[in-house]
Every structure is written in C-alpha cells, then in structure tokens.
C-alpha cells in the first residue's frame, strides 16, 4: 500500500505499484480504491434518473406515422437505455482514464423526439439513423484531430467561464427537479416553491439532504455526498410510507408531491431486461422523407449541441478533479471525445438516442474520484440497473438533487480564474456562465461567449490574434443560433 510522508498507509488505496494502481494512475492522482468506488457510486447515483426520465421523453412521443418508440414499452427503453449507459461508461474509463460517466443526453433526447421523429412521415428507425450519423461525423472530427484543435484553440479563461456557467445549470437543474424552483402561472418567469413559499414533504427532505452534505462537507467527512444521496433516499421512503404524500402531477394537481419518483420499497427488484430495441435505426431512411437539406440541418444541429457539450463537461469535471493543464486540458483528450463520439452513435443504434458524457460526473469527483475506475464502478451499476430497474426508481429527485446543487457551489468557487477587469474575456465569460441557466442549455452558453469574444476582438483590432479556428467556430455558432429562421427560408 502506499504511504503518506510520515510512512503511514493510505487506507482503501490500491498497492502501490500494483497492476490496478499502475493502469489507472490511481496513486499518482493522488487517490484510492475506495475514493474510486465511492465516486462511481456516487455519479451513478445522481445519474440514475436518466434511466426513467428518458423513456418518459422519447417513449410518449409518436413518430411522424403515429408510431411510438419500441410500441411505446417504457420498460425496454429503460433496459437499454441502462446498457447503453453501462457499455459507454466502462469504455471511458478503460480507454480514457477519465472520472466521467456518459448516458442519454436530456435535451438531445427531446430534441430528437420533438424535433427529428415527429415530422411528418419520419419514422423512430429515421430519427436514430440521424443520430447514428452524427455520431459518426463526429468520430471522424475527431480522428483527424479538428475536434481536439478546436477545443485547444479555446482560450483559457474562457475554459473556465464554461466550468463556472455548468456549475450554476446543474445548480438550477437540482433546484427545478426538486421543486424548490418552479415556473409559476403568473408573468413571473420562475418563483420560489409553490406560491412563492416553500411547502410539502419533499422539499423537507430535499433541504435535510442539502444541509447534511453541507454540514458533512464542512466536517471533512469522506463520502458526504453518497451518505447524503442515500440519508435523504432513507428519509423519503420514511415520509412516504407515514404521510403518503404521491407524486407531483404535470397538470399542476398535487403541487408538493414527490418529483419522478415516488419512493417506497419495490414490489420486485429483479426483472428480466429486454434489449429488443437494439438495432431499429434506419442510417439513411430519412433523406427519403425528409430531403437531404433538412437532413443537413438536422444532423448540423445536432452536432454543434453534442459538439460542445462534452467540450464543457470534461473542462468542469477536469477543473473540479484538478486534472486539467496549464492550458486547461485534460489528459487523453482525444480518447475522451473518440469515446464520446462513439457514445452518441451507440445509442442511436440502440435506439434510444444520443449518448454524451454527464456533468453529473462531478458529484463522483466530490467524493474524491480522479480516474476512469470510478466510471468503470458506474458502468458496472447502470448494467446491473438493467436487471434492478425497480430498485432504481426509488430514488426521488428531492433525495438526489442537493448533490447537484452542492458540486454547483464547488464549481462556482472557479470565478477566480477570470480577469474581471478585462472586458475582452470578462463580457464573454459573463455571457458564458448566465446564458446556460438562463437558457437551460450549455451549447448556448458556450456560443453567445464565443461569439462576444471573436466580435470584441474585432472591435479592438485584435482580430488576427484570434485562433483562425475561434473564427469557424463563432461563424458555425452564427448559423446555430439562426438555424429557424434559415430553415424558414428554405420552407422546411
């Protein structure tokens, strides 16, 4: 085992020099086995909603032929969903070395069912050939290192605007899931609970789960997120059973039930997962029904979201895990995005939509995850989910998201890295960090800094300085940001 300066050994680590240690460079990153595993749990914790909330996405929607998705069986989808998540979250660990877990991405996925599958005569099999191909299309982007050039082009502070903006969307996104911020009926974009004012169990249960990782946080306690994540779960399933409180309904009836899951002691813990779905894409069915310039601007759409996502996920967990160069790179970049590319092409041909790596990651790098055998452990648990898909289910948001809402004041602590006296970096990096909650979308964010940069620079004559790269991105982002009204005037 290996030792502290005073000669003592590190308990949970790995033997030093041992085949485990040496592969994941788990004593050199300056953690343990039990930091790893308590980090894969971790993640897949806060993770494992997606293998609900994903069926309930793409599952509802029916296609452009009035077909649902897998004959709209939510259990298959989630089953695959879960494989999928496992596979590509063991590959990133075995191939990149990386603390970072990938699954269904939420908002591609909505995407893809809202705004490929439902068009009129597109078929499910069409809108995941899309997928697959976008997948592919990144794949080669990044062999041929365009990917990884433009991500070193990016300047620094800027990298670190992207970690801060993620850290307040999750931040968000937690206190959403949980019900603690809502969208009232009034003009009044969001407001505080229900009526302004916090009320119901659940939310009880969110704010014990939130003050016990703060107050653990504070005492040092390894694993404070995990015991927080399953204190509140405990909790949850206490009140449920004694109150009976039932799930918030999405017609507003209900308003301080539970969010997702309503948690209680499954009936069955064990089912039989069903992987039929695999394999319904079409690659090229949809040029058919949809012509080859809505192709292009669909699967275009697709790509630039994907595209940078990843990019400002692996910077925020890289920031957090203390990973990241002088430059701001992580180590293997270019296995992270290959495995990355391969996810999204994966899960179109598994048919449950593109798969990217999570922000929510960084609740495993909370508890001291800093190598790919923390993404291994999530693997292993989103595979095991296939056949426990009841047991995951219980698992309510309340209980789960003051995780999120923690590792978002972790990542905030990065600001400092921005020169806020330099409006050059210090408007784009604004823009950056408030467009993401704001908008409810990284690439978003990541795109209104970039081209506020690239145009600053112009104004200030400094436009040869900017990386000839910045200039292709900020004109891509262009065109994203007025893909509507150009596919107006096209008539699509």
């Known amino acids: ?71 709209g069986d939510l259990a298959v989808i989630a089953a695959v969903t879960a494989l999928v998540a496992g596979v590509m979250s063991i ?67 800027l990298k670190v605007a992207i970690s801060v903006g993620i850290g307040l969307f999750i931040t968000i996104i937690g206190l959403v899931d949980a019900g603690v911020v809502r969208k009232p009926a009034g003009p009044v974009p969001v407001e505080l609970g229900v009526g302004g004012f916090l009320a119901g169990w659940p939310t009880l249960v969110f704010l014990i789960g939130l003050f016990l990782i703060a107050a653990l946080l ?55 997962p069903d992987f039929s779905l695999i394999g319904e894409f079409s690659l090229l069915g949809s040029a058919s029904s949809m012509g080859l310039t809505a192709v292009f601007l669909l699967v275009f759409t697709l790509m630039l979201a994907d595209f940078f996502d990843t990019m400002g996920t692996m910077v925020a967990v890289g920031a957090e895990a203390g990973l990241l160069d002088e430059d701001g790179n992580p180590p293997n970049t270019r296995r992270i995005l290959v495995v990355d590319s391969l996810a999204a092409a994966a899960g179109g041909a598994a048919g449950v939509s593109s798969n990217t790596s999570y922000i929510e990651s960084t609740a495993g790098v909370g508890e001291g995850a800093r190598t790919g ?27 789960a998201t003051p995780a999120l809402v923690i590792v978002g004041f972790l990542m905030m602590q990065q600001v400092t890295g921005i020169d806020w006296d330099d409006l050059e970096i210090a408007l784009p990096a604004f823009l950056t960090i408030v467009l993401m909650p704001f908008t409810y979308s990284i690439t978003a964010g990541i795109g209104a800094g970039f081209v506020a940069y690239v145009l600053l620079q112009v104004v200030r004559g400094k436009g040869r300085q900017v990386h000839v790269l910045m200039w292709v991105v900020a004109l891509l982002f262009l065109v994203y940001f007025g893909i509507d009204p150009i596919q107006g005037w096209l008539g699509l």
């Open 1 to 71: 085992m290996p030792e502290t300066s005073a000669g003592a050994t590190v308990p949970g680590s790995a033997p030093s020099g041992s085949a485990v240690d040496r592969y994941f460079r788990i004593s050199e990153r300056g953690s343990t086995v039990t930091r790893e595993v308590r980090g894969g749990l971790a993640t897949f914790f806060t993770m494992a909603y997606i293998i609900v909330l994903n069926p309930l996405i793409i599952g509802t929607v029916p296609d452009g032929t009035g077909e649902f998705l897998a004959g």
């Open 91 to 157: 590959l990133m660990g075995a191939v990149a070395n990386y603390p970072l877990a990938l699954a269904t991405g939420l908002g591609l996925n909505a995407f893809v069912a809202y705004g490929i599958a439902s068009l009129d005569g597109v078929t499910w099999a069409d809108a995941m050939g899309l997928v697959v191909l976008e997948g592919l299309i990144i794949l080669v982007l990044v062999l041929t290192g365009f990917r990884e050039a433009v991500f070193r082009a990016i300047p620094a502070q």
């Open 218 to 272: 504070a005492l040092r306690v390894q694993g404070a997120i995990l015991y927080g994540i399953v204190t509140a779960t405990v909790l949850a399933i206490v009140v449920e059973a004694i109150v009976q409180v039932g799930p918030r309904n999405p017609d507003g009836s209900n308003p301080t039930g539970w969010g997702l899951n309503v948690p209680a002691l499954p009936d069955s813990w064990v089912r039989t």
């Open 373 to 399: 055998l923390a993404s291994i452990v999530t693997g292993v648990l989103f595979l095991l989910a296939t056949f426990l898909s009841p047991l995951v289910a219980v698992v309510p948001h309340e209980a």
